[in-house]
Structure formats: C-alpha cells, structure tokens
C-alpha cells in the first residue's frame, strides 16, 4: 500500500498546468497570469502635483511671506501651461501635469489666495516638494507583473494602469463528478425509506469551485458496469473525472473495473490513509481519473489530499496546499494503524497560541464532523501516541480562523 507522500508525488508527477486562455482583465481574479505583464509607458507619464495647490519654483520663495503672480490654472487632465517665470505662480490640482519652469507645489492650505490674481505664499518649499515624479511608479519597458504571479486586486489594478483590458491565463480545469450508488437520490427528490441523499456530488462541486475549477455533474450512476461505463463517457473530455463511492471490496463495487475497460491507466487504488483508504488514481490520455471512497468524510479529505493541489497545479498555482500549522494537542490521541490519519478538528487560537481539539466522533460517515472542524490534525504513519500539551500539525481548512477583530482591526 503507497503512502499519502508517495500517492500525492505520484499524482502531481503527472499533471501538467493548462494551456493559456485570454480572458478579460475583470475575469482574471484569482486566476495565474500566463504572460510577463509589461508598461508601455511611465507611469505617471509626466511629473505632477501631490496636492492641490500653486506651482512654484522653489528659488522664487526665499523669505515668507511672499506675493506672487498667478498666471493660470490647471486642473487634472488638461495641459501643461508655463512657463512659470521669477515672480510667478500657477494654480494646479492635484495629478495635474507640472508647468515648465515649476518645480515645486505650494498646497492650499499653505497660502492666502487674495483676489485670484495674486497670491500669497505662507510657506517655504523646497524642490520636488509635493510633486510626484515621471516615472516613479513604473517606468516605460519595465516588467510590472511576473508570469505565474496569482491576480488579486491589485494586480487587476496594475494591469488596468498599464492598459490592459485582457490578459492571457492558465484555463480552469474542467472536473466531471460522477456519483455512485444504487442507495442514493439527489437533494429535491423524495427519498424512499431505503434511500439516502447523494451529498458528496455537491460537496465535491463546492470543492472544485473554491479550488478554482469547473464542475460538470454527471448525475447518479447505478453500481453496475453498463450504467457507469455510459455515465463515464459524458466525463471523457474533461480534464479531470472525479468518482465518489464503489471504489472498495463490496460485492457491487465496480468502478475499477469499469475504468480499466476504459483504458484508463491505473497508478494505485489503495492509500495507507484514514479516512480513505480505497483511492483510485489513474491517467486517461490527458485527463486524470479519481475514485474516491464514498463515505462522504473520506470524499472530502481525500479531494483535499489529493485533488485540490492537483487542480490548483493545473491553473498554474505555485501554493498548491493548504497552509498548516503547529499546534498544542488539548487532548491525548492514540491510533494503532500504521496509516496517516487526518483527523477532524477544532482549531482555536488563544493569546498568539494555537490549541487543537480532536472532534470526539471520527466515522468517516459522519458528515457533521466537516461542517464542525476547521483543521485536520495530521498523525504520521509511524506515530501512535501523543500526550496532551504536545505539539501536533494541523492542515488549516478555510473556516475564517482567524476570526475579525472588533471594531473592524
Ligand atoms: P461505497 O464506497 O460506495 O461503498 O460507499 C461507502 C458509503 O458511503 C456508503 O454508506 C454509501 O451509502 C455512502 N455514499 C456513497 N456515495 C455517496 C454519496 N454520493 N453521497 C452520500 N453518501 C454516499
Ligand atoms: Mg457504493
């Protein structure tokens, strides 16, 4: 049985990020630049006023106070005036281009207007004062955004400035998620006494789409070969098909059998995991192919193993795992396998400290465990016991944490 390193080497050995995809600059959020962003221009394109004010120079103010002539104005967007002569100044505001002959801005606050026609200079300042130079943000040839940097905000921003309205970037994978189960019905229909509702179809859909790819459901499949081979087709030109359930030893559990007869080649069916410990990975032409347990806890932790820094690897991220964390164990724990568990719990952080507590039920079936928890504690394959107020790492799962700080830092 391979171990949770060596099965997620072995998946992330074979998958490659996506071909680029141009998308408009509003689009790109959170997706990875496929191309080195560059400035066609310096930014700002000429040197400018910080502040509303007069434009002076700075030789002309000796002594204060000191009157001088205003000669015109000019606001944001219009065109440079000058040149500003010995004993003379221009009203400007602020991100106005600077006259000729200034080089230096008075701020309002700093002066006495008069009639408009005069005005008189309160404050000295010095060259350069108040006025932000051609240039200084980027300048014209220069790289602002590096291939593979991810887009937040400000990147949409930078690109905007250097006038981008699109931009290439790595394409979304496309994740078809096939449910199996003679037992199961999705959420709106009535189920029958013997029935139970598909969940893990939409947890993985949600999975998917917080990692940034796009699901595509394949309904229900029913646990036999025809039924599954047909459901499986519609996946075939996806990047990735996701399988959830008929994976283990049951007497209806077919899905191996099913993907061989696809041709799908199989690297490992078995993980030395818990929860998960039936986990099928293979590769069809370029696609990749996962069957993961069907207890809906084993769904969810395995796609967090193992899909989801495979799927953020195929967008072009480089921070493919979760951020993890060290923190002090509240309560013994004691396994006796040889497996990696991960086990479900409750992070809480107490005066720059954090404190983990293991939740008490860890069937793989118990689905409210994941809605309760925010991080899974992981235990190593070669450790069985450990004391409380030990140090254990925890895989921190997005459940806001760290909270908010009231009122608002
Ligand atoms: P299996 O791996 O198919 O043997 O399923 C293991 C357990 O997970 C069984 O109790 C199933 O009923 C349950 N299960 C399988 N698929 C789903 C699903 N899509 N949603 C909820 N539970 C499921
Ligand atoms: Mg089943």
């Known amino acids: 049985m391979i171990t949770v390193r060596d099965a997620q080497q072995t ?8 071909k680029p995809e141009q998308v408009d600059l509003l689009g790109s959020l959170g997706r990875v630049v496929a191309e080195p962003i560059f400035a066609k221009r310096d930014q700002p394109p000429w040197d ?32 440079s005036r000058g040149p500003v002569k010995p004993g003379e100044a221009v009203r400007i505001m602020t991100g106005a281009p600077l006259p000729e002959g200034a080089n230096a801005v008075v701020r309002i606050e700093d002066t006495d207007p008069l009639d408009g026609k005069k005005v008189k200079i309160l404050r000295q300042v010095i060259s350069g004062e108040n006025v932000r130079n051609r240039g200084e943000d980027v300048t014209s040839g220069e790289m602002v955004i590096s291939e593979g940097t991810l887009i937040g905000p400000a990147e949409v ?20 998620i096939l449910a199996t189960g003679d037992e199961l019905v999705d959420p709106g229909e009535q189920p029958e006494p013997h029935q139970i509702m598909n969940s893990n179809a939409y947890a993985l859909a949600a999975q998917v789409t917080e990692a940034g790819g796009k699901p595509v459901l394949l309904g229900i499949a ?3 070969h025809k039924d599954l081979a047909d459901k499986l087709e519609a996946g075939r ?8 359930g008929g994976v283990s030893v049951g007497k209806y559990d077919f899905v191996k059998d099913v993907l061989s007869q696809m041709g799908v080649h199989l690297s490992f069916w078995k993980v ?21 347990p069907g207890n809906p806890v084993s769904t969810m932790v395995t796609f967090e193993q193992f899909v989801r820094p495979a799927l953020l690897k195929m967008a072009g991220h480089e921070a493919i795992f979760r951020p993890t964390i060290r923190a002090v164990l509240k309560e ?17 952080k107490e005066e720059e400290m954090y404190f983990v507590r293991a939740l008490r039920n860890q069937s793989s079936g118990v689905l409210s465990s994941m809605v309760r928890s925010n991080g899974l504690i992981i235990v190593s394959d070669t450790v069985q016991e450990i004391s409380d107020g030990e140090k254990v790492l925890v895989q921190l799962l997005d459940k806001r944490l760290h909270g908010q700080a009231v009122p608002g830092f």
Do not use: C
């Not at 030109?237 to 959830?244: F, K, M, Q």
């Not at 030395?272 to 069809?284: R, S």
């Open 48 to 79: 400018n006023s910080a502040m509303d004010g007069f434009a002076v120079s700075s030789r002309d103010i000796g002594k204060t106070p000191v009157i001088l002539k205003v000669i015109g104005e000019i606001a944001a967007g219009g065109l």
């Open 222 to 224: 029913r646990d036999e």
């Open 157 to 176: 921003g930078m690109m905007a400035s250097v006038g981008r309205a699109w931009v290439r970037v790595y394409r979304r994978p496309r994740v078809a």
């Open 332 to 348: 013994p724990f004691h396994k006796k396998d040889g497996k990696t568990h991960f086990v479900r719990a409750q992070v809480m």
């Open 11 to 18: 998946v992330l050995k074979k998958i490659h990020r996506l």
């Open 237 to 244: 030109n996806t990047d990735v098909i996701l399988i959830s």
């Open 272 to 292: 030395a995991m818990k929860p998960g410990h039936p986990l099928v990975f293979g590769t069809l032409q370029s696609s990749s192919v996962y069957g993961l």
